[in-house]
């Protein structure tokens, strides 16, 4: 009989907030064995970090448990006084964070904060416990590790820093460690080396460990069992493989569905599609005979400082064909967006749309110019790409107004409700300001910003990465159908290669500032000739039921 | 190997000061030489001096010369330390400025020491209590810090302390005239008094520092207070902290070496925002405490047309402000790695 | 979208009733001070020597003065000037700084570097220390109580301005203004100034109190503003000299009303930044 490390049953957590209490846990349940690696997969908003906190007893001052128990090690310590709880942090049970740089004390250097954590829970003196820090930045496999005693955070990459959070997680040898989206930042090659980092550790101490995560790919990787949350309650608990082939809920079904894979197309990212499904429509239009509709040569960007951003880069895009611009962050991706779209000048090289050399055209004055409205963004974070005094309604009409010389309100009225119908947004939120919207519904408006013009050519620039995976699916699905409905040509840059791989039919492979590789997509993806594309696709975390061991 | 950093961060620095300190004499030129009006007339002997006396002062002064050439000759004149003569008391600027200085850097300091030593506990605890009454009882005496105006609050402390309880003594003057000064080493009564051994004096001098001293204090309290309390509250609320709640350390090791350090870095800059008001309030509390120091001495000379003081007043109270911050920047780079030596 | 505006600020305002509190205050008193003429009981500048000195009673609600003038009429008159010196100087430090401070966060490069060296400059000048340095140039005359206010108050805007406009600068929606096809001017006036004005109107708030601080001190000390014009720092001036002889009503009165207004200004705008974020709207 396996007697659970820690329990958590029917757990109830509420927030004081400005505008009145908020439930952010409505009964969760959940139990972790000793030396097991339970993975608690959602989106934003459903609850995982918070349970997370509860259970260390880390919850901020506005938050409060009003029901429910928490029992650890046979004891319950729910709401449990700092004199009970502190002894357990740190010596029983850990956490590592999501922004690793910022969880650690950045005046003070990395060994004494390992040092710290060991002589919190052991009588050691100052040396000993420099000592025993030592080792552990060895077991983490940190390169260099007697000079990184020595350094502070800001000295170090994401990378390391997390490894450094783990060794101060595992200094005192606890029996659980709650990792709470420990590789959301990091790059994706960055990402799978802590990832294995972590899980060595664990298992060779035969800690349990709580993974929680957004990733259903990586929880399944990773993951001995899968809580799925949502909205402050566990959906369903089950392991990996019975969760992918047979999620019985809801919600897991569409979070299963949304999560891309390998083999996942974009139509079947979305279960139950609420918009009419892609239609395979004929071709997209081809303009006759001219050449490539973006042409880039030799294209070089230097920052003030000796940056050498973008490094020679060239490729072409053909009118109505997707191209993915793939790299980590550094890679130069998004430079090239900024001076593909004119925002920003290129040191040399020729930016060649539709036969006209636009790159000879200063940005500061391709405002005038009549290609401007050929050519549209859509960018990352869609909290930052509207602007807060903007209504939706002003947000999409600014273009219409500025490049196409429309005016008169009711004929901006109603073309603002054409294009919201074509993205999908409702009619009466065209009225609301960007903090009225949710993620998907400010990623709507700034598509339909985009394509409100009807340009030949729309940049994206990580259109979904700031997104939920089950948004993220309905977005991309969004956008294919754009595409084949109006002959746009797509310039998609990310640095997740599935959907990229979903999305463009050929793909660039980019690192510092250079092309490394290129081609058509799939081909990549089945025969990498490069080892830096074979170190991106590796990354990747992967569900493969019949490899787990 | 650090101590060699140490020194290249201070140079480079110093060097750094020394155009903003080029500045603030070029700057006083054009003020008080370019500026609309005769320059002449304002360093001549009385307003209604002759023509030919105004004809005179402005040959000694360069006036007739071309721009360029005062420039130069302002620069000599205040590299060698000559800042002109007083009219009201006859004696070189630099002179008057010198034998005043150690009045006034009493008193501010002073002052400071006073502020600190109330303001940053009253921050801290504010900040680990929040929302106790405690925290609200400082929160309102920092919001009415604010608005009290220094010459008021001084004048109602005299009121107070002197007229009506007695305690302080008469608000005039560094020391009861009918006690002798301590011999003269570095001018500051309390360190002189102190190196003499005179018990008598350094007590007497004191209790007319206090006065004067709170009421300058108190002018920098509540924003010294506040911003203690803002950056410790940011600090206990940031992710770091939290790290260290998680890994179980003693709730002393947080707030002493983990939250006090990193909250104590703005407080340090803004000590030397602070430093400038105070110079600046120094004119205001000297004139309701007839306090003899470098700002009384400008402001009656100023009032006298007496135009030569102002202006090595104002050079030197700027060039205190470069130095004093020149301090705090590396203070604060010998306090938080992440300032980089540029 | 000015009806939308209204309405969230009538909810806001419930809301927050200290700031609407702060927000009456401050209007009260400018309507009092611009009233202020007709509103007085007495002559502020009429002396009445044989009534000198005596403390608040029934008559004079604030006492009398040296020379038998009404302090209470000498206060709420004196509001005017004081409210006029400190609006004046706020608002030319704060569209000359604004200005500056924007097209220098917007700009940045070779702009940036030289008015930075320029406000650090005059960053280095105390307060009272510059202003009589430009009192001493220009004359002992009330404008250039203004001037001196308003050149101490612009390093501050153009500081403020340039880090705000600076933080916005590279947002997705600036960028996305740019591919609309707005102009680089067309972004900063239609697009940035809007999204910091808000932010600025905190500060402004924030600012008169300490400007009306200044106007005091500077006629306390004997500049800009001469007897017997009734202006709260004077009236301390003059009444400084009977504080020790037990004499208080003549400082303490004007110094309250000193502060009452300055407290104002400071709640209205510590309040308005609670307020200004577009994310309390419902």
Known sequence: MNVPLLSVDDLAVEFATRNGRVQALRGVSLAVSPGETLGVVGESGSGKSVTAFATMGLLERAGRITAGRIVFRGENITAAPRSVMQPLRGAAMSMIFQNPRAALNPIRSVGLQI?????????????????????????????????????????????????????????????????????????????????????????????AMILITHDLGLAAQYCDRIAVMEQGQVVETADPSRL??????????????????????????????????????????RKPGAGPLLDIRNLVKLFPGGVTAVNDVSFRIGAGESLGLVGESGSGKSTISRLVCRLMNQTSGEIIFDGEDIGAIPERDFHRCALRRDIQIVFQDPSDSLNPRFTAFDSIVDPLRRLLGESGATALRARARDIATRVGLPIDLLDRFPHQLSG??????????????????????????????????????????????????????????????????????????????????QAIFDEPQTDYARELLAAIPHFDPEARA | MKLLTVARRTAWRFASSLPALFGVVIFTFVLMRLLPGDPAVFFASSPSAGKAEIEMIRKQMGLDRSIPEQLVRYLRDIGTGNLGRSMTTGQPVTNDLIRRLPASLELTVTALLIAL?????????????????????????????????????????????????????????????????????????????AIAGNGEVFRAALHQLMLPASTMALFVLAPLARMTR??????????????????????????????????????????????????????????????????????????????????????????????????????????????SIE | MIAANLRHIGYVLRGNRLTALAGIC????????????????????????????????????????????????????????????????????????????????????????????????????????????????????????????????????????????????????????????????????????????????????????????????????????????????IMVAEGARFITTGKWWLVAFP?????????????????????????TRT
Not at chain 2, 145 to 153: D, K, L, Y
Not at chain 3, 258 to 275: E, H, T, W, Y
Request: contains cysteine; aromatic residues 8%.
């Open chain 1, 440 to 521: 998907g519904q400010k990623a709507r408006v700034g598509i339909a910003r985009a394509i409100a013009v009807d340009p030949r050519l729309l940049i994206l620039d990580e259109p979904t990465a700031a997104l939920d995976v089950s948004v993220q699916a309905v977005v991309l699905h969004l956008l294919d159908r754009l595409r084949r409905e109006s002959g746009l040509a797509f310039l998609f840059v990310s640095h997740d290669l599935n959907v990229v791989r979903m999305m463009c039919e050929r793909l660039v492979v980019l690192q510092n500032g250079a092309i490394v590789e290129h081609g058509v997509s």
């Open chain 3, 26 to 233: 401050a209007s009260l008193l400018v309507i009092t001070a611009l009233a202020a003429p007709w509103l007085v009981p007495f002559d502020p500048t009429a002396s009445n020597v044989p009534r000198a000195l005596q403390p608040p009673n029934a008559t004079y609600w604030f006492g009398t003065d040296q020379l038998g003038r009404d302090i209470f009429s000498r206060v709420l008159v004196a509001a005017r000037l004081d409210l006029m010196i400190a609006a004046s100087a706020v608002s030319l430090s704060f569209v000359v700084g604004a200005m500056i401070g924007g097209a220098c966060g917007y700009v940045g490069g070779r702009l940036d570097r030289w008015v930075g060296r320029f406000v650090d400059v005059l960053m280095a000048f105390p307060l009272f220390v510059l202003a009589m340095a430009l009192v001493a140039a220009l004359g002992n005359k009330v404008e250039n109580i203004v001037y001196a206010t308003a050149i101490i108050n612009l390093p501050f805007y153009i500081r403020f301005a340039r880090a705000e406009v600076n933080v916005r600068r590279n947002l997705g929606w600036v960028e996305a203004a740019r591919a609309s096809g707005n102009s680089h001017t067309r972004v900063v006036l239609r697009f940035l100034l809007p999204n910091v004005l808000p932010a600025m109107a905190v500060q402004i708030s924030l600012n008169l109190g300490w400007a009306i601080l200044n106007a005091a001190g500077l006629s306390f000390i004997g500049l800009g503003v001469r007897p017997p014009t009734p202006e709260w720092g």
């Open chain 1, 244 to 285: 992918f082939s047979q999620p019985q809920h809801g919600y897991t079904r569409r979070l299963v569905a949304a999560s891309p894979r390998r083999g996942s197309t974009v139509a079947s990212l979305v279960v139950d599609a609420t918009m009419p499904a892609a239609k395979m429509a004929p071709p997209p239009m």
């Open chain 2, 230 to 339: 803002a950056s410790m509250l940011a600090v206990l609320t940031s992710d770091f902290i939290r790290t260290g709640e998680s890994i179980g350390l003693s709730r002393r090791r947080i707030v002493l070496v983990y939250a006090l350090r990193n909250a104590l870095l703005p407080v340090l800059t803004i000590t030397g925002i602070v430093f400038s008001t105070m110079l600046g309030a120094n004119v205001l509390v000297e004139k309701v405490f007839s306090w003899p120091g470098v700002a009384s001495y400008a402001l009656d000379a100023l009032l006298a047309s007496d135009y030569a003081p102002v202006q090595g007043f104002v050079l030197l109270m700027a060039s205190i402000f470069v130095m004093v911050n020149l301090t705090i920047d590396l203070l604060y780079g010998l306090a938080d790695p992440r300032v």
């Open chain 2, 117 to 193: 030593t109330l303001a940053l506990p009253a921050g801290i605890f504010a900040a680990l209590r929040q929302n106790s009454l405690i925290d609200h009882a400082i929160r309102l005496l920092c919001t009415l810090g604010v608005c009290m105006p220094t010459f008021v609050s001084g004048l109602l402390f005299i009121f107070f302390f002197y007229y009506v309880l007695g305690w302080a003594p008469d608000p005039t003057g560094r020391i009861d005239i009918f006690l002798s000064a301590p011999p003269e080493i570095t001018g500051l009564l309390l360190v002189d008094s």
């Open chain 3, 255 to 279: 110094g309250l009303a000193l502060m009452s207004a300055v407290l104002c200004f400071n709640l209205l705008g510590d309040g308005l930044r609670d307020i200004l974020d577009p994310r």
């Open chain 1, 115 to 207: 040092a710290d954590a060991l002589r919190a829970h052991r009588p050691l003196s100052l040396s000993a416990a420099t000592a025993a820090a030592l080792e552990l930045l060895k077991a983490v496999r940190i390169r260099d590790p007697e000079k990184r005693l020595h350094a502070y955070p800001h000295e170090l990459s994401g990378g390391m820093c997390q490894r450094v959070m783990i060794s101060i997680a595992l200094a005192c040898e606890p029996a659980l460690l709650i990792a709470d989206e420990p590789t959301t930042g990091l790059d994706v090659t960055t990402q799978k080396t802590v990832m294995d980092i972590v899980t060595k550790l664990t298992r060779e101490r035969d800690m």
